[in-house]
């Protein structure tokens, strides 16, 4: 859910997926990740096309 008229934002049971790499080399050496989280935060608007996230809370 989006609040524009505060400039927050909020988040429930979304499933996060993020790759990391561990090796010297970017071959295989990665591991996959997958995270059911939930989270709120807010952000400012630049411009019609941009935003900029200004806080981040994962509950």
Do not use: P
Request: aromatic letters at 18%; zero cysteines; charged letters at 15%.
């Amino acid at each position: 859910m989006i609040t524009t008229f505060n400039n927050t934002f909020s988040f429930k049971y979304v499933i996060f997926t993020f790759d990391v790499n561990f090796g010297l080399s970017y071959n295989n050496d990665y591991k996959r990740f997958t995270k059911q989280i939930s989270g709120h935060g807010n952000y400012q608007q630049l411009d019609a096309n941009n935003i900029v996230l200004q806080t981040l809370i994962l509950d």
